[in-house]
Each structure stands twice: as structure tokens, then as C-alpha cells.
């Protein structure tokens, strides 16, 4: 699985960015799907992931309420919606996928990874 995270870019505090990521292949509803970020100086940390459908999604404590996460599986394609976004968003944001169908916060769990797409929040 090849993924491909875009939508990233300079965003006011208290704005609205969408990222998305295009994975490749056709079982793409087989894998569930994780957005994880880095900031400069920082370990990776998780933001959010979501199960084979859909149907089940699992935020970060410090985006619950700002972001939310959403997968079309016909399209290939998970997505990060991210509002009122605050400076220490800033950083870079990488969508991953795990070969199963259950979401998980452990980014080990994650086999495949995209190479990230760069959020900068100014104040």
C-alpha cells in the first residue's frame, strides 16, 4: 500500500484545514487507518485513527471536539478535518495504515506510512 497525504498548507489560528490521503491498491477497506504528527523537536504522536468502515473513529484527547476523521472507501482516500486549529497544531501530519480492520492508537501497529504533509498554525 502506497499512501499519499496532501492538503496540508499555512492556516490562521482558529481556521479550517482538510487533509486527505490516497492510498493505492484495491483492498483498501481491508486496512484501517491512522493520522499521526510531528512537530519539530518532538516525538511522533498520534491524532486520530478509524476502522475498515468508517464506522468506528478514535480522536486524541487534545483534538476531540476540533477534529474529525473520515474515510471513502470508494475513493481510496481517509480524511482529516481539522477546525479551530491552534498554533501548537503545527507539524507534520502522516497518514499510516495498519492491515486490519480494527482502529488503533499505536502507531507500531501501523505497516505503511505516507510521507507526511506539513500543517504550519499561525497565531
Known amino acids: 500500500v502506497q499512501l499519499q497525504a496532501s492538503g496540508g498548507g499555512l492556516v490562521q489560528a482558529g481556521g479550517s484545514l482538510r487533509l486527505s490521503c490516497v492510498a493505492s491498491?484495491?483492498?483498501?477497506?481491508?486496512?484501517?487507518m491512522g493520522w499521526f504528527r510531528q512537530a519539530p523537536g518532538k516525538e511522533r504522536e498520534f491524532v486520530g485513527t478509524?476502522?475498515?468502515?468508517?464506522?468506528?473513529?478514535y480522536l486524541a484527547d487534545f483534538v476531540k471536539g476540533r477534529f474529525t476523521i473520515a474515510r471513502d472507501n470508494a475513493k481510496n482516500t481517509v480524511y482529516l478535518q481539522m477546525n479551530a486549529v491552534k498554533p501548537e497544531d503545527t507539524a507534520v501530519y502522516y497518514c499510516?495504515?495498519?492491515?486490519?480492520?480494527?482502529?488503533?492508537?499505536?502507531?507500531?501497529?501501523?505497516?505503511?506510512w505516507g510521507r507526511g504533509t506539513q500543517v504550519t498554525v499561525s497565531s
Open positions: 499510516a495504515a495498519r492491515p486490519s480492520t480494527a482502529w488503533n492508537p499505536r502507531s507500531l501497529t501501523y505497516d505503511y
Open positions: 478509524i476502522n475498515w468502515s468508517g464506522g468506528s473513529t
Open positions: 491498491g484495491r483492498t483498501f477497506s481491508s486496512y484501517s
